[in-house]
């Protein structure tokens, strides 16, 4: 049997899970004016890429990385050409 943690073991834990919960809440409002709900969700794994587009036209390009904490690192800021570029490949 282990030992139970101790105080400063379970505040950290909290700590960590309070700020990946906040993290997610955060995501679900990325390029949506005034905190409406998200139009899509994308499934993705390690190593893909996502495009994120804001009502203006332009977006961003972000890679998935294997970090709990912050799982999109940026690579570039995308024009509204660049975009559909993005899209004409996905077709």
Do not use: C
């Not at 004016?33 to 969700?41: A, D, F, L, R, T």
């Not at 972000?62 to 077709?91: A, C, G």
């Amino acid at each position: 049997m282990t030992a139970p943690y101790d105080d400063s073991t379970q505040k950290e834990w909290k700590e960590r899970k309070d700020r990946i919960d906040g993290y997610y809440r955060e995501m679900g409002q990325v390029g949506t004016p005034n905190k409406e709900k998200v139009s899509s969700i994308i499934v993705a794994n390690s190593g893909d890429r996502l495009v994120v587009q804001f009502s203006d036209g332009d977006g961003i390009l972000y890679e998935i990385i294997e970090d709990l904490v912050n799982p999109l690192r940026m690579v570039q800021t995308l024009s509204h050409d660049d975009i559909e570029k993005f899209k004409k490949l996905t077709k």
